[in-house]
Protein backbone atom coordinates (compact mmCIF):
# COMPACT_ATOMS: atom_id res chain seq x y z
CA UNK A 1 0.00 0.00 0.00
CA UNK A 2 1.41 3.47 -0.97
CA UNK A 3 0.96 6.58 1.39
CA UNK A 4 -2.02 8.02 -0.57
CA UNK A 5 -4.36 4.49 -0.27
CA UNK A 6 -3.49 4.40 3.59
CA UNK A 7 -4.71 8.22 3.92
CA UNK A 8 -8.13 7.30 2.04
CA UNK A 9 -8.43 4.20 4.01
CA UNK A 10 -7.88 6.33 7.28
CA UNK A 11 -10.57 8.59 5.95
CA UNK A 12 -12.74 6.56 5.11
CA UNK A 13 -12.52 4.16 8.50
CA UNK A 14 -12.97 7.49 10.30
CA UNK A 15 -16.34 8.85 8.28
CA UNK A 16 -17.82 5.47 8.15
CA UNK A 17 -17.86 4.64 11.90
CA UNK A 18 -16.15 7.41 14.10
CA UNK A 19 -18.28 10.50 13.30
CA UNK A 20 -21.02 8.43 12.84
CA UNK A 21 -21.02 6.96 16.27
CA UNK A 22 -19.73 10.47 18.10
CA UNK A 23 -22.88 12.07 16.05
CA UNK A 24 -24.81 9.27 17.99
CA UNK A 25 -23.45 9.44 21.08
CA UNK A 26 -24.07 13.68 21.28
CA UNK A 27 -27.54 13.86 19.81
CA UNK A 28 -28.40 10.78 22.15
CA UNK A 29 -26.45 12.53 25.55
CA UNK A 30 -28.84 16.23 24.27
CA UNK A 31 -32.26 14.23 24.31
CA UNK A 32 -32.47 12.40 21.04
CA UNK A 33 -31.60 8.90 21.08
CA UNK A 34 -33.91 7.93 17.91
CA UNK A 35 -32.35 10.74 15.90
CA UNK A 36 -28.93 9.52 17.44
CA UNK A 37 -29.30 5.97 15.95
CA UNK A 38 -31.11 7.04 12.25
CA UNK A 39 -27.39 9.26 11.84
CA UNK A 40 -25.57 6.32 13.07
CA UNK A 41 -27.61 3.80 10.86
CA UNK A 42 -27.66 5.93 8.00
CA UNK A 43 -23.56 6.95 8.15
CA UNK A 44 -22.82 3.27 8.70
CA UNK A 45 -25.17 2.27 5.81
CA UNK A 46 -23.90 4.82 3.55
CA UNK A 47 -20.13 4.22 4.11
CA UNK A 48 -20.97 0.17 3.77
CA UNK A 49 -22.20 1.28 -0.04
CA UNK A 50 -19.52 3.66 -0.38
CA UNK A 51 -17.04 0.53 0.06
CA UNK A 52 -18.43 -1.64 -1.62
CA UNK A 53 -18.56 0.59 -4.89
CA UNK A 54 -15.02 1.91 -4.49
CA UNK A 55 -13.02 -0.94 -3.81
CA UNK A 56 -15.09 -4.33 -4.18
CA UNK A 57 -17.56 -3.84 -7.62
CA UNK A 58 -14.44 -2.93 -9.59
CA UNK A 59 -12.40 -6.49 -8.41
CA UNK A 60 -12.65 -9.22 -11.16
CA UNK A 61 -13.33 -12.19 -8.63
CA UNK A 62 -14.49 -14.20 -12.07
CA UNK A 63 -12.15 -17.48 -12.47
CA UNK A 64 -10.37 -18.21 -15.43
CA UNK A 65 -11.75 -18.95 -18.76
CA UNK A 66 -11.04 -22.82 -19.74
CA UNK A 67 -10.84 -24.66 -16.72
CA UNK A 68 -12.84 -27.35 -15.58
CA UNK A 69 -14.63 -30.45 -17.58
CA UNK A 70 -14.22 -30.34 -21.47
CA UNK A 71 -17.32 -30.81 -22.80
CA UNK A 72 -17.41 -34.45 -24.40
CA UNK A 73 -19.04 -34.42 -27.87
CA UNK A 74 -20.31 -38.26 -27.99
CA UNK A 75 -22.88 -37.56 -24.73
CA UNK A 76 -25.36 -34.37 -26.50
CA UNK A 77 -26.01 -37.47 -29.24
Same mark, same amino acid.
Given at each position: ?7 ? !? $?????? %??? %? +? #? !??? #?? !???? #?? +?????? %???? $???? $? ?5 ? &???? +?????? +??? %??? &?????? &??
Amino acid at each position: MNRNDIVV !L $GVTIAA %VVI %V +P #G !LAN #GF !LSQM #GY +PWVGSA %VWAM $GYGL $GVVFIWY &EWIR +PLDITG +PEG %VGY &EEDESA &EE
